[in-house]
């Protein structure tokens, strides 16, 4: 079969229909417990390795977004010379669990937090410790991750866990084993991935559970405006100073 952009949308669209289908309630308990974390002063921090970072960006300081809500950055090891910048660029890095506490160093961390932690595979050795440093400390843990995918592979961590594992609440993004979607005729690959589209509707879908509830129990949601809009950076500067030091 030809590879088209039309059938890259009907395999993406069904791919969601799943997601919608069979994830709502999941997402329902853990935008309750982001909720609950938020309105007791916590911040959602959100930690993701490769294209999993992209499900950071889509919560944190996004307009319309929770002001409350900040990424957790593996590169924050190169900007305060924990690893030289050239290590940046090693793929195999994200495999090591002890950057996990290296990472989790370098930020202000309250016991009020709330994480979410995001991997397809879930399984290399920097997110699995991460999850497992995160449950030490005795945080709530949401986990996106792709379910298809981390039940057919093994862990890369020392316990032999793999990141689901570790959570109080599991949403899976209902990608395919390799993320993704179309075969190519007389080749063993596929191509087109998945994950950051529902990653994406994932994040949204959290955000409106949030202020939804926030709403609904009288509160003011903190939320960012679009800083391309005039008057948004004292909106946005004055809910950000709420949280100084941790966004």
């Known amino acids: 079969m030809t590879i088209t952009a039309e059938r890259f949308y009907q395999a993406a669209d069904e791919a969601i229909a799943r997601l919608k289908a069979t994830q709502l309630p999941a997402i329902k308990r853990a935008g309750e417990l982001l909720a609950e974390a938020v309105m007791k002063g916590g911040v959602i921090q959100v930690f993701g390795t490769g294209h999993s970072r992209a499900f950071a960006l889509e919560m944190a300081g996004r307009a319309g977004g929770l002001v409350p809500a900040h990424a957790i950055e593996e590169d924050i090891l190169f900007l305060n010379g ?132 926030l709403v609904a129990a009288g509160q003011t949601p903190p939320v960012y405006i679009s800083a391309n809009v005039d008057g948004s950076d004292e909106h946005n500067e004055a809910l950000k100073a709420r949280y100084a030091g941790r966004i």
């Open 82 to 213: 924990v690893y030289p910048v050239e290590e940046r660029k090693n793929p195999y890095l994200e495999r090591e669990p002890e950057i996990a506490h290296q990472i989790l160093a370098q930020y202000d961390i309250r016991p009020e937090d709330i994480f979410i932690i995001v991997s397809n595979s879930g399984r290399n050795g920097s997110t699995v410790e991460m999850a497992a440093e995160v449950k030490r400390r005795g945080h709530k843990l949401i986990v996106v991750t792709s379910m298809a995918h981390t039940t057919s592979v093994t862990s890369r961590h020392p316990s032999g866990k793999r990141l689901y594992e570790f959570a109080d609440v599991v949403i899976d993004n209902c990608g395919p084993l390799g993320d993704a979607l179309l075969e190519v005729e007389g080749s063993p690959v596929k191509v087109c991935a998945v994950s950051s589209i529902t990653g994406a509707l994932i994040a949204q879908g959290l955000t409106a559970e949030v202020i939804g509830r």
